[in-house]
């Protein structure tokens, strides 16, 4: 681990987040007609008066990259827009939202990474019976999409049982947390199962692999040999895959939200799509980007210092 | 969102499936009756899918209407029968487009090199940072929500898990003896492509396209289902499931888990036969 | 006297596809008396490997054990896991041909030496940090303060090969198990560690089991030689002797098939056939469809090993010895 690297990946990762960010600037002009109609949102074209007004606002009459860096710096100000559907400013109305989605995603991760990594170690490390149950069981799982296991969820616990309410936020961080527990269960399952799987497999492979058996032959207690060694050497890929799956958590936010009634970022981004409100749509896309981007990176960066095994922009001996 | 898992899935070890030979022969029959379903649908319907009957409104499972009726007294089971069409076919020309496009990209950026190459790889390395329904989210909103706009989006997003790979193994092979061979026999570079350079890519294209399918199925439906796909009242599996969601707490689950359940029987089989085609194509390696 | 090691027709079977069994040594018998040097010199697929780890109840899972292998009088298979524990932690200790493969290698080469110091012996970091100085130093490992820290993709593989040793040493065993510690390494880089290993042998009072291919190596290193072919002992007699005194015809065969540098221009005799994986031996001795000397017997009778020569050989028609044979 090197700053070399780590300045490297910084400018990957800003360089990313710029052609991201004109990408999606720019595809508000690709779309028919004049922008300021969709900046409008509700897909009716308005008053010609307004409609100035937008051109005048958004500067939608100055040049492509003058109106683009005006759009990227209102947005690293926190100066988003306003949303003309929701007669708020966009920075308000993704402020007033973000906590649930952020707690939402929080909450699933945490099932990922506890859940999906325990099943997975407990079917590498005992093998036969148990590996055989947790992968047919996480593999019916990976193949139920999260909108049809949120369906599941609610009809088996909401309905039948009754056990945890089905829509709604609740007040407080108990209840909030009580109301979150169904979506964040969709909205796990399906990752919390691909994160067992590799588990399963990285741990199988390191259990049969020469050095594990090199520390089993010096007499080296065995739960020693599971922690130092096994767990140690596979804990690279599996870090890699939970990274992958929390930030596929940020897309199918969006899906659980809106399933479960929850007022978040992700039921916004779709109800602001619905309504071609793009002042919101632009917003919402950028920061989904960056989270993405940023988690990829974060991932990409703990996993290599973790293995060593290829020296990053070192001397070799 | 699946995207992303078919994107770990080509980094992270592959999962271990069943490798009996029950297995696929299964999953063939299972998609051979669905799709047989979906084209015999007029032939096969108890009902008409958008005929509304206010006197049979959400009707329970019985002899006239094998899985009841919707809230508008619609025909659940026929809805499903005529849904399974748009359900595949959405993700059928998104997978269509996205091996064409991605593998005519792919081939072109290996074959030409230079700043075309570069400009290739750059925009899918752009798409790759887009989470797929982020996208299509962003198309839904500029083009209007609608089937014909998600099949578009998706297929951009799908285009990078199949150029990245069929570019890396187009140059490989660019780089083979008998291109050169070709090439002296003075052979155009057109043709080299077409006649040799396509063939010997074909089942890879094949592979990648096959397993992307399922995964665009479950795109395609998410996507109706957060109501920016199918419009109603088309009959597709993905908004059935989102129409029958208050059928829930109503007692009237049907429609929900019926549509649901197709999406998954579906998926699960599409995958276990696309694991089998694989391993033939791929022949015995181990 | 008795043998520190000794192997009493072992016989491993693994599991094979659909509940068979494959054999994969068929018989074994063999001694080693304390401070002895034994070779147990045969190709890959012999089954040498796994007879040095049956020694250390290191087997693949599944794996059957007939007859014994017994470590100072003690059955290897009959322990239990807190006796296979104290045998591997301070009884005997195992060199393995790629130590590339056989070090963990996202911790450092310190945690490899001092891991088993500080979680079995109880020594503190320090005293532990100090041992794995003082062992690099034994196996002429220089600036091995430096080394502790290093990971072992910064080390060349004669040098991963010292650590290897070292963390044998720092058991403080009394029999060391050598499979192929040379095989992986050029050839320079094998001098030194072989010498390696002699060294520590002599001073340690050490017994040696090396298992290698390469029977001018087995000669040069160990007081006894014994060969191995598709898992079975074939012959076993002195090492000096080997050259001269070998009465099994497949051991015949292995030296002509090495080339004599003392002769140029002599003519290669490679062996008829392809070596036999242990698993496909039939009923009879499992070189008799390569041997020229095969009879009928030997197709259907497997033969037991029994006095020949300088030392022990299992054949039915063994080579006379008579004077020098080449």
Redesign the interface.
């Known amino acids: 681990m090197t700053a070399h690297y780590l300045l490297r990946r910084a400018l990957g990762l800003l360089a ?1 987040l710029l ?2 960010s004109l ?2 600037y720019g ?2 002009f ?3 007609g004049d922008p300021a109609t ?1 900046l409008v949102g509700g ?1 009716k074209p308005p008053n010609p008066a307004l409609l100035a007004e937008i051109h005048r606002q958004y500067h939608l009459d100055d040049p492509f990259l003058t109106r683009y860096w005006h759009w990227l710096t209102g947005m690293l100000h926190g100066d988003a827009g306003t949303s003309l559907a929701h007669h708020d400013s966009v920075a308000h109305l993704i402020g007033s939202r973000i906590g649930t989605t952020a707690l939402l995603i929080a909450y699933a991760s945490t099932l990922i990474l506890l859940v999906g990594t325990a099943l997975g170690t407990l079917a590498g490390l005992r093998g036969g019976r148990t590996a055989t149950a947790v ?1 047919a069981a996480t ?2 799982l ?7 296991s949120a ?2 969820l ?2 088996l616990f ?2 039948r049982l009754g056990w945890l309410p ?1 829509y709604g936020t609740g007040d407080g961080l108990a209840d909030r947390l009580r109301h979150l527990t169904l979506p964040a269960l969709a909205l796990a399952a ?2 919390l199962a ?1 994160v067992a ?2 588990t399963r ?2 741990v199988h ?1 390191e259990q049969g ?13 065995e739960r ?1 040999v599971i922690r ?2 096994v767990l ?2 596979a804990s690279g ?1 599996i870090l ?2 939970a990274g ?2 929390v ?2 958590l ?3 936010s ?2 659980i939200e ?2 479960f009634g929850l007022n978040g970022v992700g039921a916004l ?2 109800q ?3 309504r ?3 002042a919101v ?2 917003a919402l ?1 950028l920061l ?2 960056t989270a ?2 940023l988690v990829n990176t974060a991932v990409d960066v703990a996993t290599a210092a ?6 990053i922009g070192g001397a ?2 | 969102m699946t995207t992303l898992r078919l994107a770990a899935a080509v980094r992270g070890p592959g999962r271990t499936g069943p490798r009996g030979r029950p297995v696929p022969l299964l999953a063939g029959a299972v998609v051979a009756l669905v799709v047989l379903a979906a084209a015999l649908a007029p032939l096969i319907a108890p009902h008409d899918p958008n005929a509304v009957d206010p006197l049979a409104v959400s009707l329970p499972p019985g002899a006239a209407h094998w899985l009841g009726t919707d809230d508008t007294g619609r025909d659940i089971a026929s809805r499903l029968l005529y849904g399974a069409r748009p359900s595949l076919l959405a993700p059928l020309a998104v997978t269509l487009a996205a091996g064409t496009i991605g593998t005519a990209l792919a081939v072109s950026a290996a074959w030409l090199g230079g700043w075309w190459d570069r400009l290739v790889t750059a925009a899918l390395d752009l798409v790759f940072g887009f989470p797929g329904l982020v996208l299509a989210v962003v198309g839904a909103a500029l083009f209007g929500a609608g089937l014909p706009v998600a099949v578009a989006t998706l297929t951009i997003a799908y285009l990078p898990y199949v150029a990245r790979v069929v570019r890396g193994s187009a140059l490989r092979e660019r780089h083979l003896p008998y291109v050169a061979a070709l090439r002296m026999l003075g052979l155009g570079g057109a043709r080299a492509c077409l006649r040799h350079l396509l063939p010997n890519l074909a089942p890879l294209v094949l592979v990648q396209t096959a397993t992307a399918f399922g995964y665009t199925l479950l795109d395609t439906a998410a996507f109706s289902f957060i109501g920016l796909g199918a419009q109603p009242p088309t009959a597709e599996w993905g908004l059935m499931v989102a129409q029958g969601a208050p059928g829930l707490l109503a007692g009237r689950p049907e429609q929900a888990l019926a549509a649901g359940g197709a999406i998954v029987l579906f998926t699960v089989a599409c995958g276990l036969l696309g694991t089998a085609l694989s391993q033939r194509l791929a022949g015995d390696r181990t | 006297m008795i043998p520190l090691l000794e192997f009493d027709a072992l016989r491993v079977t693994l599991p094979g596809p659909r509940g068979t069994r494959r054999t994969v040594i068929h018989r074994v018998d063999l001694a080693l008396a304390p401070g002895s040097a034994v070779g147990l010199v045969g190709e890959s697929g012999s089954g040498k490997s796994l007879t040095a780890r049956s020694v250390l109840g290191l087997l693949p899972p599944g794996a059957r054990v007939d007859g014994d292998v017994r470590f100072d009088g003690a059955s290897v298979p009959a322990m239990r896991p807190p006796e296979l524990r104290a045998l591997r932690r301070g009884g005997a200790a195992m060199v393995f041909q790629d130590p590339r493969a056989h070090i963990n290698p996202l911790r450092t080469v310190g945690d490899f030496l001092t891991e088993a110091l500080v979680s079995v012996r109880g020594l503190t970091r320090a005293a532990a940090d100090a041992r794995a100085t003082a062992l690099l130093d034994e196996v002429h490992v220089a600036d091995a303060a430096r080394r502790l820290r290093q990971r072992p993709a910064e080390l060349s593989g004669g040098l991963l090969q010292r650590v290897m040793i070292a963390a044998a040493l720092a058991a403080e065993p009394r029999l060391l198990l050598a499979d192929e510690p040379t095989t992986a390494l050029d050839v320079t880089t094998q001098a030194e560690v072989m010498a390696v290993i002699d060294e520590a042998r002599r001073r340690h009072g050490l017994t040696l089991l090396f298992i290698t291919h390469d029977l001018a190596l087995a000669a040069a290193v160990c007081d006894r030689a014994a060969v191995l072919y598709a898992g079975t002992l074939a012959e076993e007699l002195p090492a000096h002797r080997l050259a001269t005194g070998a009465t099994h015809p497949y051991t015949r065969a292995l030296l002509a098939a090495r080339p004599d540098p003392t002769v140029p221009g002599a003519k290669l005799r490679a062996i008829e056939g392809r070596p036999l994986p242990a698993d496909e031996a039939g009923p009879g001795c499992p070189f008799a469809p390569r041997c020229a000397r095969a009879t009928g017997t030997c197709r259907t009778e497997r033969p037991e090993p029994r006095p020949s020569g300088d030392g022990r050989a299992a054949c039915h028609h063994p080579v006379p010895l008579e004077g020098s044979a080449p």
């Open positions: 990313t052609a991201a990408a999606i595809g508000l690709l779309a028919p969709l897909g992968t593999g019916t990976m193949a139920v999409p999260t909108f049809v369906v599941l609610i009809w909401a309905v089905a399906s990752w691909y799987q590799v497999s990285a492979t692999s020469e050095h594990v058996q090199t520390a089993r032959g010096r007499g080296i207690p020693l130092r060694h140690r050497n890929p890699s895959v992958v799956s930030a596929g940020i897309a199918g969006s899906v809106q399933t981004l779709v602001s799509a619905a071609q409100d793009l749509v632009q896309a989904t980007v993405f981007a973790l293995d060593h095994r290829t020296p070799r001996p």
